[in-house]
């Protein structure tokens, strides 16, 4: 279960969580398909082996309860260092637990009564985001897609964003809302279009993650949602990127 040496062509998963059972269960699930897994128990291992110099890491599962450290704390501590994709995992699928992990940096959330192979299309589904955010290969003739909004610089090609002259510092997902609102520049996006083209997920009517996606971009932006220099809230319509005067 625990692969220290990349194998060429696999999944590198770091699984964060003491429930030891349920770890052998996902890697004997798993690593006939592609992945390597590898399990640490305590929320202290989880941050070690997660932001450890020439540890690579394709994703990372990572549960809310843990010993040492809860997982929001080694959420956070991650982020400090590190854009890896973060599945989490919440006690019975808690709105509280999910809104707070999606808020410090989560990717995606499962309830801990989740099915493998629903834990294996959540695992593609953040891993196909993590792709497509590498950057243009040096040398490469093509002029990057970039979009511009007032200080607001998106290079779609890097996946990569500026304020300013500040590089933002965004999860894949966050880089996937924020590109989707400003192509839409001017017009409304709904929520449920934005999880369509940036959660590849199924989601209920009453999902929030959007919302707090928004919250976090805001933050991350300098925005006040009272008075928007960039992302409007039009009420019960959805979203709208501010075109600058």
């Keep these: ?57 394709h994703a990372i599962v990572l549960d809310v309860m843990l010993p040492g450290l809860d997982g929001f704390e080694v959420l956070k501590r991650i982020r400090a260092r590190s854009t890896v994709p973060v599945l989490m995992l919440t006690a019975r699928g808690d709105e509280t637990d999910r809104i707070v992990g999606l808020e410090v940096g989560a990717d995606d959330y499962l309830p801990k009564t989740f099915s493998t192979r629903e834990l294996l299309a959540r695992l593609r589904a953040v891993l196909r985001r993590s792709v497509l955010s590498a950057a243009t290969k040096p040398g490469s003739a093509a002029p990057p897609a970039e979009i511009v909004v007032g200080p607001l610089r998106l290079n779609l090609d890097a996946r990569s964003a500026v304020l300013d002259t500040t590089p933002l510092v965004l999860t894949p997902v966050e880089f996937d809302l924020l590109a989707s609102l400003a192509k839409a520049r001017g017009r409304i996006k709904s929520r449920e279009a934005l999880l369509d083209e940036c959660r590849d997920r199924n989601y209920d009517v009453f999902d929030r993650s959007i919302d707090v996606h928004v919250s976090s971009l805001r933050k991350k932006l300098g925005d006040d949602a009272k008075e928007p220099r960039f992302i409007r809230t039009v009420r019960s319509a959805g979203y709208m990127m501010v075109v600058p005067e």
Excluded: S
Excluded at 20 to 36: I, N, S
């Design 1 to 57: 279960m625990n692969a220290d040496a990349p194998a060429p062509g696999r999944t590198r998963l770091l699984m964060i969580d003491d429930d030891r059972k349920l770890c052998r269960l996902v890697a004997t699930y798993l690593e006939p398909l592609g992945f390597d897994v590898t399990a640490v128990h305590t929320g202290p291992e989880g941050v070690e082996r997660a932001t450890t110099a020439g540890e690579t890491w």
